[in-house]
């Protein structure tokens, strides 16, 4: 392998696919970038077994097509520490390559790619999508907190991709809270979904850059693929079934309180400073025109409640909820106001930002409530 390449290009290419570098593996090979060079472009490859990215540069100058796997840690301090110039690479031996740049030389070590596994994408029974990328990592910003950490259950680890002719729904619950994110820019011929797992898709919330525009998404029952720009990222499922989300969306909430999110939010955080560190307990007591939010410690002898003006429209309620949860949901809603439907004391609560609200939702959280003394 021989060829000549920006310096600051190939530690931007590098940096994109680094995340899939496992910190310690039962498999070294996977400690290193896997180097494609054909032609004029290279592509770079990085694995954990589970999750895979890729990404391809274009050399300024080649003179002998090559693959070999170079340690990821060693190059990236390298290219890290040398201003923008032309870097050439070139393997020196059956073990080593050198790379030079003005006034100075590296050689590291090299691996067979022979050792490099193999990399599985998906089958002839995989269906294709076009997600526009914004919409796309606006909806893992949406749901992604609301994931879950569940051994017994791991299809509630990831987020739900469910895809139907009319509209593309992403959800994610840990089951105290769901969130949905609905967009009709994605669309399917017929059902499909597939449940995409937290990590994989916080890699793709943050290297979808600006400059890109659609996402092509490939998938089957185990693997998907998601193709933009020069970029490719192909990820393990998570095999399980998901939980009939759309079953527990309340549909007849009758009792609507309407506020500002941000106003909500503070009041939230500061009166949960009082509450039980163990529960995180606050109560909310909805009146007409007004909503008091009150916790109290007594372990610690301590308490705090707080009243608003608000829109209320439905019958006095008393509610409880786990200040986190309702912290969590105000804090990833981007709107400026609220619209929070209630049943009764006992069942879920509905949130969706005002300005949706004669929409399809395109986002809902739903919160369940817990019992108050």
């Not at 400690?31 to 060079?37: K, Q, S």
């Not at 022979?114 to 990592?137: H, K, M, N």
């Not at 949905?180 to 979808?208: M, N, Q, R, W």
């Amino acid at each position: 392998m021989k060829l000549i390449i920006s310096s600051s290009e190939l530690l931007k290419g590098v940096m994109a696919v680094s995340k899939a570098i496992p910190a310690k593996s039962p498999l070294p090979i996977l400690e290193n970038f896997l180097f494609d060079l054909k032609g004029n472009v290279l592509e770079i490859t990085a694995s954990d077994s589970e999750l895979t990215l890729k990404t391809q540069i274009e050399a300024e100058n080649t003179s002998e097509e090559g693959k070999i796997a170079v340690p990821a840690k060693h190059m990236m301090d390298l290219l890290k520490e040398l201003p923008d110039q032309p870097l050439t690479i070139s393997t020196a031996s059956e073990s080593s390559f050198v790379c030079k740049w003005s006034g100075g030389e590296s050689t590291l070590p090299y691996f067979p790619a022979e050792d490099y596994p193999e990399i599985t994408g998906t089958d002839d029974t995989a269906v294709t999508i076009t997600f526009p990328a914004q919409s796309l990592v606006d909806g893992i910003t949406s749901t992604i907190y609301a994931t879950a950490d569940d051994e017994i259950r791991p299809a509630m680890n990831g987020i739900l991709f469910d895809i139907a002719p009319e509209s593309t729904t992403l959800v994610a619950s840990d089951s105290h809270k769901l969130i949905c994110y609905t967009t009709g820019d994605v669309k399917a011929s017929e059902k499909a979904s597939f449940i995409l797992h937290k990590k994989p898709a916080a890699i793709l919330k943050s290297i979808i850059g600006k400059d890109a525009e659609t996402v092509e998404i490939t998938f089957d029952s185990k693997n998907a693929v998601f193709k933009f720009n020069a970029t490719m990222v192909i990820c393990r499922l998570v095999v399980g079934k998901y939980p009939k989300y759309r079953d527990v969306i309340p549909q007849n909430n009758s009792n609507i309180l309407r506020i500002s999110r941000v106003q909500l939010l503070n009041t939230v955080r500061r009166v949960s400073v009082c509450s039980n560190k163990a529960s995180n307990h606050i109560k909310f007591d909805l009146r007409s025109g007004s909503l008091t939010i009150s916790a109290q410690d007594l372990g610690f002898s301590i308490a705090a409640h707080e009243t608003m003006p608000c829109q209320y429209d439905g019958e006095e309620l008393t509610i409880g909820f786990k200040s986190p949860f309702i912290i969590e949901i105000l804090s990833n809603m981007g709107c400026g106001e609220i619209v929070m439907k209630f049943l009764d004391s006992k069942r879920a609560a509905l949130i969706i930002p005002a300005e949706d609200e004669e929409e399809s939702d395109k986002i809902c959280g739903i919160i369940m409530p817990i019992m108050i003394s």
